[in-house]
């Protein structure tokens, strides 16, 4: 079982930078692939950002590619997420995910725990 804790969202201005965090729970942390995703309103939740278990592997969504970045804290049982250049469209409610995939998880589906969510909007 394992609990995730996302921080950091906000309401920033186009071009301004922020960091979300998310703080699992468990000692079996290092285990699992994370992964960010996001929800805007009345969208489908949308693939962000996977990482492998050592943090040595990394993927992300088209829309982000460039300027977001994921790491993880395998010592502090955190994963990150380093969102830079934001954007009106980068607006959206941010959720973490751990699961067990052996490979690139960019689907919901691929992963068996969430965190609550934290909101991030960014005006123009």
């Known amino acids: 079982q394992v609990q995730l804790v996302e921080s950091g969202g906000g309401l920033v201005q186009a071009g301004d930078s922020l960091r979300l965090s998310c703080a699992a729970s468990?000692?079996?942390?290092?285990?699992?692939?994370m992964g960010w995703f996001r929800q805007a309103p009345g969208q489908e939740r949308e693939f962000v950002a996977f990482?492998?278990?050592?943090?040595?592997?990394?993927y992300y969504g088209a829309s982000v590619q460039g300027r977001f970045t994921i790491s993880r804290d395998n010592a502090k049982n955190t994963v990150y997420l380093q969102m830079s250049s934001l954007r009106p469209e980068d607006t959206a409610v941010y959720y973490c995910?751990?699961?067990?995939?052996?490979?690139?998880?960019?689907?919901?589906?691929?992963?068996?725990?969430w965190g609550q969510g934290t909101q991030v909007t960014v005006s123009s």
């Open positions: 995910a751990a699961g067990q995939s052996t490979g690139w998880a960019i689907l919901p589906g691929q992963y068996d725990y």
């Open positions: 468990g000692r079996t942390f290092s285990t699992y692939v």
């Open positions: 990482i492998n278990w050592s943090g040595s592997r990394t």
